[in-house]
Each structure stands twice: as C-alpha cells, then as structure tokens.
C-alpha cells in the first residue's frame, strides 16, 4: 500500500462506497451476466499459452483469459466496462488470495486484478491482497468488496480446497468449521465481514491438484496442466463446475469412477441448506471461452 490508513477514514470511505454502488452493484447473479434464462453464468476460460513446459506463468496471457472472462459475464464491450461494472471508484477492496506453498495463488493472476481493480479508479491504498490475517487488515474488515481467488485441490477435511472455504481464514480458530467434513463451510459466508461483499469468484485451473492422502498432501503427479480459469458471481456455480472437472479428470486417470474423499457435501449444501448459490450442474450455464482440448466438461 502506499500509506497507511485509518480505520476511521476507511469506514467513512466504506459508507461512501455503499451508498454510492448500491444501486447497480447488488444484481441478482444472472442479472449481470449473460446467462440463458434464469441459468447461473460461470465462464470457463482456457489458454494453451498461459504457460510454459517448465510450469512458468505468461503474466499476459494470463491477465487476458481474465478480462475475456469478465467481458463476457458483465456482458459489456471491454475490460475497461468490465471492471467499472464491478468496481466503484470508491470502493475499498480486499483480493481474498491463496497462499499454500504448493499450490498457491499465481502472483500474475493477482497482479492482473489489482491492475483491474486500479483500472476501475480504485487506488492503491485502498486495496489489498493477503490470505492470512485477515482480521487484523481493516480493508478485509471494514471495507466494501471483496474479490475471491485461489486455486482449486483436493483436501482431506473438506473434500476439496474451492471457493467456498476460501473464506476461512475469516475466522480465528478455523477447526470450529471441520465437523461433518465441514459441511457447513456456507456460513462463513453470513460473516459481517463476508455477506454481500463478494464481486467476482475465480477458481484458478491452471494446475489443479485431483487427488491426495492428508490435509497438506501435495505431489505433482496428481496435477495436470488443465489450463484454465473458472469465474463467476456465484462461488457455489463455480465450484460445482470445478468439481464436475476434477471427477471427470479422476476417472480419466483412475480408469474408474473413484469419487473425492471425503465427499463434498459442504458444496451442495451450501445450496441445499444454506441458500447461498446454485449447485446443481442444470441450473449452471456454463459459457466456454478459449482452448478446448481435453476440457473434461
């Protein structure tokens, strides 16, 4: 950041921000994007480029598989419209990142929507990228959007590392949210410094992690090179496509149906249960953008 602020002039900023995005920042999901009927948008998009045989991101091609991406969902005619759409000048932004050693949220995706966020007339101070201490970062807690990433894997508690348990580290004991496979992930959701803030979902699929034995589990074998970005105003939508890719991937590989262990229940019931999106693959409108090979949907 480029100075240090105050927790009373970012709640003022907050209040301006809220006052002033309210009226078209707050659609419905599928009234923002371009969706068939009452479907949920999610876009997949795909690049062959966005990196190279040694796994070395193309910060580029990156940062435009996610503007193509969020044209496409705000159904506007550039990044510029994109952005703004999503964005308010005022606002005061936290990007909910990754940062597990193994599989972390790529720095180029971060960079390319902060660079976004920026482009909206959000200013540097009022913006910040972190994983972890969230609660101690009053962006996170008394400011107005937050836009959520991370990479997609397999987890032994919750079945899989998504979207929805992005959030966790909204909360001081985290282990509060583990029974049950943690089934009830969905109410971080309700979190004051959560509900209604969230702008955009991003599912990173570049090289998503299909299988593994333990919470830090991680070996490179279990990876592919899947190439891809999925984004979406729902997190529910968009994890129940990225889950729809891992099985798939899982029988390609097992040459059997082995379902994720545990199973992830916590995404269908944060449908079913807790209202907060849309899981069930025939209410998704799926929109494809990019390379198709081996796209497993």
């Known amino acids: 950041m480029l100075k240090k602020i105050t927790r009373r002039s970012l709640l003022k900023k907050s209040a301006l921000a809220t006052a002033a995005g309210a009226l078209y920042l707050n659609f ?3 009234l923002f994007g371009e969706g068939s009927g009452t479907k949920t948008p999610v876009v997949l998009i795909r690049d062959e480029n966005v990196m190279d045989k040694t796994r070395k991101f193309n910060p580029g091609v990156m940062k435009e598989m996610l503007n193509q991406a969020i044209i496409r969902l705000t159904n506007t005619k550039n990044a510029g419209e994109a952005w703004k759409k999503l964005i308010h000048p005022d606002d005061v932004v936290g990007i909910k990142s990754n940062v597990w050693s193994y599989l972390p949220t790529p720095k180029e995706l971060e960079m390319a929507i902060k660079e976004g966020v920026m482009s909206a007339g959000v200013p540097e101070e009022r913006l910040s990228i972190r994983d972890r201490g969230l609660l101690d970062d ?28 992005n959030y966790i580290t909204f909360v001081r004991k985290p282990s509060d949210y583990h029974p049950d496979t943690c089934a009830d992930l969905a109410t971080l959701w309700k979190l004051p410094f959560v509900e209604g803030k969230t702008r955009l979902n991003i599912l990173v699929m570049i090289t998503p992690l299909f299988n593994g034995v333990g ?3 991680y070996n490179k074998k279990y990876t592919w090179e899947y190439k891809g970005l999925l984004v979406g105003f729902d997190p529910v939508a968009v994890d129940s ?16 149906d082995r379902p994720i262990k545990p199973p992830v ?7 079913t249960r ?3 999106g849309t899981a069930d693959p025939g ?3 799926l929109i494809k ?4 090979k081996d796209i497993l949907v």
């Open 215 to 217: 919470p830090h589990h």
């Open 289 to 292: 953008l990019g390379w198709d």
């Open 28 to 30: 419905p999901y599928p």
């Open 138 to 165: 009053p962006i996170f807690t008394d400011g107005t959007a937050l836009i959520n990433v991370r990479p997609m894997r397999t987890h032994d508690w919750s079945g899989v590392g998504s979207l929805i348990k």
């Open 274 to 276: 807790h209202n907060l």
């Open 265 to 271: 229940k916590h995404i269908f019931l944060a449908d």
């Open 241 to 256: 496509v990225g889950i729809q890719i891992l099985q798939q991937k899982r029988r390609e590989y097992f040459e059997e």
């Open 283 to 285: 209410k998704i409108d």
